[in-house]
């Protein structure tokens, strides 16, 4: 059993009578001491006490102590908005008070140390020490956390407030008891009933698709019982006498009074359908955007296609991610990203990246000719709208840091407040279908006898890109139908394309669009890695890059003696360059195969490289055993003749003084060995053949004794070198 940070334990006597109760304040991270405080009220002033960590693990292997699951302070801790906007004044002066000294743990906790705090807090603030104690006592007591220091009024009766239900029960009789004449017959709705609601509404009813009164009946059978009956071998719930048991329209008014409309429709239906379809729906996307570029929607969506891969066409790569970024006054697209990063911060940037830059010259890269006039956004927003997500960490910190772009995130399931987008990605699959594209998904995709279309795919992700971009065009230059025109619009007789909305905003409306440098962007949004300096380049992912700063600085000879890390940023796009600061690096000759090649691709192709080496690692390594077993034996068959021809009687003087000699006769030997006439001789009886020595070459054509001259002077010049 372990015990952590805010662990409440209840310790017994031997009786199993309650001593005491207290609170986990801090553990040492050697888990050898525990600083705990009592929270039963029974002690006045209670003060965190140090603890043997092992030695309350090992009292709670016994029946004298156990952890409690439910914290007294949870309520206090979850305020309504109401009662946390009335009292947080009074919580906010407390937390002022200790808000600077509270982590210093466990110093806090020592009783010297904590006396030294409190008179600096008090010379500080003019507070006494009682009351600086009974502030920190609240905030240790409840929990250490903020709200822990709200007042706790749960106690206090009055308007609103449950009532104390004691004796006879209280309301309209029941049916029951006015027939039989009978008074008193039912039972109040004690706070152990309202609990036992609590879990049955969402054990039983809780987007369940089923009734009230069945959620009653079921909290009946599982709640109010006395025991099991055996019927047909099962076990079966005895029912507890209705007399004793809380009836259904008790059970109806609690429901009603503890649960707001919104609440009950959102049990009944449940909180997706609710978001849905329930929850009221008033003005358009348009209405809240003042003009182009207040806001960006942004979303992602895996297209229904799946591609090859650029490199090995082979290959199928899986179907791409498409973020779409859409301004929500004037619908244009104005920015996109299509690749294999999954919905993520990386592709979410590549998108937003995306809608800074020229589209004339992101076009021109696709291979498709537009004017600057046909998609003439390149603005950052002044708010994106997006799913939660990627767009609820701590990298979109840098949006608001550094651009000034506020971020609002969607409620859960609530990716139709995104609807512009959404209904687009509807459109772009459904165009997409409508041509028939190689490796489309269709309806039948996983019914049982369904054609693969996997096997299908003949798109590269470049390809698809182009068609992802054409579509945009067509979109952006496509009437939008039931578009709220303005009055303005409508003089202007604007008709309502995006690009005429964007272009008519622009002139009007344009005071929130945000226009940044690409080093402005790629220093904030473009994705960040470490790269290897070394002596053959700046290896990041297995790719080497170089630059003329680098070469003229001497960055690889230095790297020959001691390597170095540096932060780069890359566009996972394009392989061919790297950044570290404002200077680019290119790709060098060596990896040149890579070039214009995405990240993904890359790395795909490296793990397919990978995995092929490791599949053969073991043919691999038994080729190198069977060479090395054949040299081995070449080299004691060796050893053994030459031991054998050394008569022992030569001295080493004798042996080395031989070596030039022996090494000319080794080469006539050699010679006679190898010469023409034996290699061309032709050993088989059955075919007559005859012999051609060098000398007859001399009856050939002027040329082919040209050759042959000059291949026998070539054989004696290196005779000849040989020798020397």
Not at 382 to 392: P, S, T
Not at 476 to 485: A, E, G, K, T
Not at 597 to 608: A, H, S
Request: proline content about 4%; charged content about 30%; some cysteine.
């Amino acid at each position: 059993m372990n015990i952590f940070v805010n662990s409440i334990i209840e310790y017994r006597d031997k009786d199993l009578r309650m001593i005491s109760i207290e609170r986990v304040l801090w553990i040492s991270d050697d888990l050898e001491t525990a600083v705990v405080i009592r929270i039963d009220g029974k002690e006045k002033s209670p003060l965190p006490q140090f603890k043997r960590y092992h030695e309350i693990i090992e009292i709670l292997t016994t029946p004298f102590a156990f952890k409690l699951e439910v914290d007294p302070y949870t309520d206090l801790n979850s305020p309504n908005e109401e009662y946390l906007d009335k009292h947080k004044y009074i919580r906010d002066e407390k937390w002022n008070l200790i808000k600077d000294y509270v982590d210093y743990e466990p110093y806090i906790y020592d009783i010297p140390r904590l006396e030294e705090i409190v008179k600096e807090i008090k010379n500080k603030t003019g507070k006494k020490s009682k009351r600086i104690y009974s502030v920190l006592r609240e905030y240790w007591i409840g929990g250490k956390t903020k709200n822990s220091l709200l007042p706790n009024y749960s106690k206090s009766g009055g308007k609103g407030k449950s009532k104390k239900l004691k004796g006879n029960k209280v309301g309209r009789p029941p049916k029951k008891s006015i027939l039989l004449g009978q008074e008193g017959i039912g039972v109040n709705v004690l706070k152990a009933d309202k609990k036992i609601f609590e879990i049955a509404i969402k054990q039983f009813y809780k987007g369940k698709k089923t009734t009230l009164k069945e959620a009653y009946k079921e909290t009946r059978a599982h709640y109010y019982i006395s025991g099991y009956k055996k019927i047909d071998g099962e076990l079966v719930p005895t029912l507890l006498p209705d007399e004793v048991v809380p009836t259904y329209r008790q059970f109806l008014y609690w429901y009603k009074t503890t649960y707001t409309f919104k609440d009950r429709l959102i049990n009944r239906i449940g909180e997706r359908q609710y978001q849905l379809t329930g929850r009221p729906t008033i003005g358009s996307s348009k209405n809240k955007a003042a003009g182009p570029g207040d806001i960006f929607e942004i979303d992602a969506t895996i297209a229904d296609i799946y591609l090859v891969s650029e490199i090995d066409r082979s290959r199928i790569i899986g179907r791409p991610v498409v973020y779409i970024v859409k301004d929500a006054f004037s619908r244009l697209i104005v920015g996109v990203y299509v690749g294999l990063e999954g919905p993520s911060w990386l592709a979410a940037m590549m998108a937003l990246e995306n809608t800074t830059v020229n589209k004339k010259m992101y076009c021109k890269r696709l291979e498709i000719d537009i004017e600057e006039d046909d998609w003439p956004s390149s603005h950052l927003p002044k708010k994106i709208k997006a799913d939660r997500g990627e767009f609820e960490s701590t990298n979109a910190d840098k949006l608001t840091d550094s651009f000034g772009t506020k971020i609002i995130n969607t409620p859960p399931y609530r990716a139709d407040l995104k609807g512009i987008v959404e209904r687009h990605f509807r459109i772009l699959n459904d165009r997409i279908k409508l041509h028939w594209v190689p490796g489309i998904v269709h309806k039948d995709f996983k019914v049982r006898g369904g054609k693969d279309y996997r096997l299908d795919a003949k798109l590269t992700l470049k390809a698809f890109e182009k068609i992802i971009v054409l579509t945009i065009l067509e979109h952006n230059h496509s009437i939008i139908n039931n578009y709220p025109l303005e009055k303005e619009m409508i003089s202007a007789n604007i008709i309502p394309t995006p690009l005429n909305i964007w272009n008519w905003g622009y002139k009007h409306r344009s005071g929130v669009l945000k226009q940044v440098t690409r080093d402005e962007i790629r220093l904030n949004l473009m994705p960040s890695g470490k790269a290897s300096v070394t002596g053959e380049g700046i290896i990041f992912n297995q790719m080497r890059y170089s630059s003329d700063k680098a070469i003229n600085e001497g960055w690889f000879e230095k790297a020959r003696k001691r390597r170095w890390a540096e932060f780069i940023q890359f566009d996972p796009r394009d392989v061919n360059h790297i950044y570290i600061g404002k200077e680019k690096f290119n790709l060098m000759d060596r990896d040149k195969a890579y070039s214009g090649f995405r990240l993904e691709e890359v790395l795909e192709q490296q793990l397919v490289l990978e995995t092929q080496i490791q599949v053969m690692g073991t043919a691999q390594s038994q080729l190198k055993v069977d060479t090395d077993a054949r040299i081995k034996k070449i080299i004691n068959e060796e050893t053994s003749s030459s031991n054998e021809s050394q008569t022992g009687f030569e001295s080493k003087l004798e042996r080395l003084k031989e070596i030039k000699q022996n090494r000319k006769d080794e080469k006539i030997h050699i010679r006679e060995q190898e010469k023409w006439a034996d290699t061309l001789e032709d050993k088989n009886e059955n075919h007559q053949s005859s012999v051609v020595y060098l000398e007859d070459f001399k009856s050939k054509t002027e040329e082919i004794q040209d050759e042959s001259d000059h291949l026998l002077n070539l054989i004696i010049n290196q005779d000849k070198e040989g020798e020397l």
